[in-house]
């Protein structure tokens, strides 16, 4: 599905923290943005000559994919997780935080035992990960505080995002190994690249600029 050229381009952007920067970065660039900042119960919202759409991560790569938003910003732990059919088409700079494997163990320990459990709210993450190094992995998946399961005795490690590290320290855990690091993405819809070309570089070439102020 492609939209009308004559529509405003729409934009999923992931409520709360990465709402709030881009929030930031279009008023720092003279975009209307009255509307983000004081949304009410509304969903889509318009800011300069574009519509936001705000959504959960994973529902900004549904609407992009087809084609009800041109555009999305997420994170990449999201991109990395999911996946999908779109383009990755710059690296906004914010939000910069890293996959990794954390332990109470150290990486010589885990690696020498026999049966290895992770635990992850990501598991695509985590498999890719253990399939790329050939180690044979059993992946939990927890919705929760992930940091619980080696607590528990439910897994030997886990796959999370590190942002400081302070949960994994007050709860006896150290990251192990780096993963992937990420950081606020834009994406795009991949028919709208070619018949709203022009539009999209315009907002493009927006963000780029804010990003690097």
């Not at 381009?9 to 009255?34: I, N, P, Y």
């Not at 059993?138 to 796959?159: M, T």
């Not at 990420?182 to 070619?194: E, F, T």
Request: glycine fraction near 8%; include cysteine; aromatic fraction near 6%.
């Amino acid at each position: 599905m492609t939209r009308s050229n004559g529509a405003p381009l729409r934009v999923a952007l992931t409520k709360g923290r990465l709402e709030k920067h881009m929030t930031k970065l279009f008023s720092g660039q003279g975009v209307d943005v009255s509307a983000l900042q004081n949304p009410g119960r509304r969903l889509i919202l318009p800011f300069g000559p574009w519509e936001a759409v705000l959504a959960k991560a994973p529902d900004v790569i549904t609407y992009v994919e087809h084609g009800v938003c041109e555009l999305g910003i997420l994170g990449k732990d999201t991109i990395l997780e999911r996946e999908g059919s779109f383009y990755e088409l710059f690296d906004l700079g914010f939000g910069v935080c890293r996959f990794a494997l954390a332990a109470r163990m150290s990486k010589e320990s885990f690696e020498a035992q026999h049966h290895r459990r992770v635990a992850s709210k990501y598991p695509h993450v985590a498999r890719q990960f253990f399939q790329k190094r050939q180690m044979d992995v059993e992946i939990i998946k927890l919705e929760g505080s992930v940091e619980l399961a080696p607590l528990l005795g439910l897994a030997d490690a886990i796959v999370d995002i590190v942002e400081t590290g302070a949960t994994l320290r007050e709860n006896g855990l150290e990251v192990i190994e780096d993963i992937a690091p990420i950081s606020a993405r834009l994406i795009a819809n991949i028919g709208a690249m070619k018949t709203r070309r022009e539009e999209m570089n315009e907002f493009i070439s927006l963000c780029e600029r804010g990003s690097q102020c």
